[in-house]
């Protein structure tokens, strides 16, 4: 067998290992690029205007920050094809020409000093992900011919565009342009969009973050190119070379990581009927990043004081929205935070006071009102099988207060009294109704300690039940996306009545100056309901506030159970809550809560002074309220006794007849169809139905006082007057 039919055979056999080989390690470049376009479409989940929620970027891809090739700048795409690729338009992957030109200029100078991959190539090296080698350039020729065949050119740069990889682990021209300028590709300068170009083909060598220097030099010979090519004019080429490169300080990506996780796990049918599509969640980006940094920034204050964990929730309470979902922490990847990857929102925490609207709520049901007096008293009850002490805050006790004075101050005893009255069953009942379903345990459990919040909820839980109380005493459904979902219709759990009784109490700052001041944080300038909330051992501080329109719900404390050092929901969050409202209401109108058409407000005399004199207080009032000790004012003046003065000293006449000698009652005034039942010594003497009574008198020392009833319900008790007769 001659030497040639030998080689010619060992040729063949090569070519067909060869060929095996090639065929063998080709991949399937199309499926690949199809899988990573469908990933993106299906991981795509945004805010309500269509920002990024969840920004990854130690993963392969860029999911989140893309654009179709119609939207990116007409400049940016002339300049990349010339730097990368001048016969992309022209060739079918593969473009040999350079492929020679680059081989020989290799040669002559006795190593790489050029390459000469296409666009098309260097996407199949991005999907494909193989080291650099000779067989591995070889693979890239056949695959980026395969992949033109299937994929249309402008699809193809479109992907390279977005995904081609930067520095820090960006992908795509869009996260190389906000690293760098912080700006959209649409607003770079022609300077910016070249400097980028540049940086693919060295993103490490010439990072812009290390020196502008060395880009800046690059610069100018591209520019040149760019001008003799006609992509720029001579007047842009001089201002591209002539000017600094200037560097913007790059913002952290909205956080919104424990959201989408939220979504993920609980919401997977709805993300699944939205796949292939963009996911427009209901989370305001603006909001979102505003509420994290006064979050991280209030926690940073309060670190010394034991403080490292802390979330916010905003509601839009009149749709069911959610706003903002916010974990304090700034990066979930570097914070050595105890609990940092703990979702806060949905942690489940003692509430503290914060469950106390809802059980004066119940009894208003049940038949009180705001004027219902309560004994604010030191008081002792089981516990397990112990006793246990109720006390205020203050370790004060206050004695006789309303329920608007009970609940505006957060007070201990009268809360236990409350569920005392309303039954502990029947209040862990409306919790339920309320949404709160992590409250597993019977009645008998939790005890009276449920007022005071021995049981544990979340913070979504809270804002929600809180959103019912705001949105006229209805619960709704909370809403995550704006492009999809079916929701039920709300359920009335109160009145709009005793809603609106509940909001007008929580947002009194007089009510609530006994135990927090005449200048408290949470008094703000817009009507706003405010509770606060405060855990055994300051474990854990609460507050939720809403107004027309808002539910803003904050918690601090430490997820690892650690206590806090003395903080409360007024001194720890109530700062963070207010600063949110203070951003929510800057284009909103100055509106007050709403107001339920069956009340009525009228001035009610609440206690008395040393002096007798009342103290007087607004209230809402249903018309068939039993008012109770509480006197309500007239309209007009106080009505008084004008006769007899207090103190007046009188004598009887011997020369007179006892029945003939008499002295006449008076009051300031008496409307029309009144009855006024006088009261002389606690005992009742006369009705009559105008303002004035013949008393006969009787010697000894006197108090005279007037009960004035409409129909059969008292609306008026004057103060009692003394008086002498002789």
């Known amino acids: 067998m001659s030497i040639y039919f030998k080689l010619k055979w060992l040729c063949l056999v090569a070519f067909i290992v060869f060929a095996l080989k090639t065929y063998h390690d080709v991949q399937p470049v199309e ?272 670190k010394p004081r034991q403080v490292n964990n802390g979330s916010v929730l905003v509601l839009d309470h009149t749709s069911g929205e959610v706003l903002a979902w916010v974990v304090g922490g700034a990066s979930l990847a570097k914070d050595q935070t105890p609990g940092a990857m703990i979702d806060a929102v949905t942690a489940l925490r003692q509430p503290g006071s914060a469950l106390k609207p809802f059980v004066y709520a119940l009894a208003l049901i049940k038949g009180w009102n705001s004027t219902t007096m309560i004994d604010d008293a030191p008081l002792s009850g089981p516990v397990g099988c112990g006793m246990h002490k109720f006390k205020n805050y203050s370790n004060i006790h206050y004695g006789p207060v309303t329920v608007r004075e009970a609940l505006a101050n957060s007070l201990n005893v009268p809360a236990v009294k409350a569920i005392q009255y309303v039954g502990v069953d029947c209040f862990l009942d409306l919790l339920k109704k309320l949404g709160f379903t992590k409250l597993q345990r019977g009645a008998d459990i939790y005890e009276e300690g449920l007022a005071l919040g021995n049981g544990e909820v979340s913070l979504l839980e809270l804002a929600r039940a809180y959103a019912t109380l705001a949105d006229k005493g209805a619960t709704q459904e909370l809403k995550f996306f704006l492009n999809y979902g079916q929701h039920h219709p709300p359920v009335q759990v109160f009145s709009h009545a005793v809603a609106s009784i509940i909001g007008d109490i929580l947002s009194d700052p007089w009510a609530r100056r006994l135990e927090f001041g005449n200048a408290s944080v949470m008094n703000l300038p817009i009507q706003t309901a405010v509770k606060t909330g405060t855990s055994s051992d300051y474990r854990d501080a609460w507050i939720v506030g809403y107004n027309h329109k808002y539910v803003v719900a904050t918690w601090m404390g430490n997820l690892d159970n650690t206590p806090m050092d003395g903080i409360t929901g007024s001194i720890g969050p109530a700062l963070t809550l207010r600063s949110i409202f203070a951003f929510l209401n800057r284009s909103e109108d100055s509106s007050g809560l709403p107001l339920s058409p069956d009340l009525i407000q ?118 009692e007057v003394g008086f002498l007769v002789k």
């Open 602 to 719: 009228r001035d009610v005399c609440i206690k008395r002074t040393q002096m007798g004199e009342c103290i007087w207080h607004s209230e809402l009032l249903l018309p068939d309220d039993i008012i109770g000790d509480a006197l309500i004012k007239r309209e007009g003046e106080e009505v008084k006794i004008l006769k007899p003065t207090p103190g007046l000293k009188m004598a009887i006449d011997p020369r007179v007849p006892d029945e003939k000698q008499k002295f006449e009652f008076k009051l300031t005034s008496l409307s029309d169809g009144d009855r006024v039942e006088w009261i002389v010594d606690e005992n009742f003497v006369a009705t009559t139905y105008q303002a004035t009574y013949l008393w006969p008198l009787i010697i000894g020392k006197h108090r005279v006082k007037a009960c004035i009833y409409k129909g059969d319900q008292i609306i008026y008790q004057t103060p």
């Open 31 to 302: 499926e690949l690029y199809r899988a990573v376009i469908q990933d993106a479409q299906n991981l795509r989940i945004t805010d309500r205007h269509g920002q990024a929620l969840f920004v990854d970027f130690h993963q392969r891809w860029n999911h989140h920050d893309q654009q179709p090739l119609h939207k990116i700048p007409n400049f940016l795409q002339q300049s990349l094809i010339f730097s990368e690729d001048k016969n992309f338009f022209s060739h079918h992957g593969v473009d040999w020409q350079a492929k020679v030109s680059a081989l020989w200029q290799n040669i002559k100078a006795r190593h790489v000093v050029r390459g000469a991959s296409t666009i098309t190539e260097q996407v199949v090296h991005l999907l494909t992900a193989r080291p650099r080698t000779i067989w591995s350039k070889w693979l890239e020729v056949i695959e980026a011919t395969l992949l033109e065949r299937k994929v249309s050119k402008n699809h193809i740069l479109e992907f390279y565009i977005n995904q081609v990889p930067f520095a820090s682990n960006r992908h795509g021209m869009i996260q190389a342009a906000r690293y760098y300028f912080d700006r959209d590709l649409s607003t770079l300068t022609k300077q910016e969009i070249l400097a980028l170009i540049l940086l693919i083909k060295a993103p490490s060598s010439y990072d812009l973050k290390k020196s502008v220097t060395r880009m800046e030099q690059k610069l100018q010979p591209f520019a040149q190119k760019l001008g003799t090519a006609g992509i720029l004019s001579p007047s842009e080429q001089e201002q591209i070379t002539t000017h600094s490169l200037t560097l913007e300080k790059t913002k952290t990506p909205i956080n919104a990581t424990h959201f989408v996780r939220y979504l993920q796990k609980y919401h997977q049918t709805d993300l699944h009927l939205q796949r292939n599509q963009t996911i427009r969640t209901t989370l305001d980006a603006p909001l979102q990043d505003y509420a994290q940094r006064v979050l991280d920034q209030r926690l940073r204050f309060l």
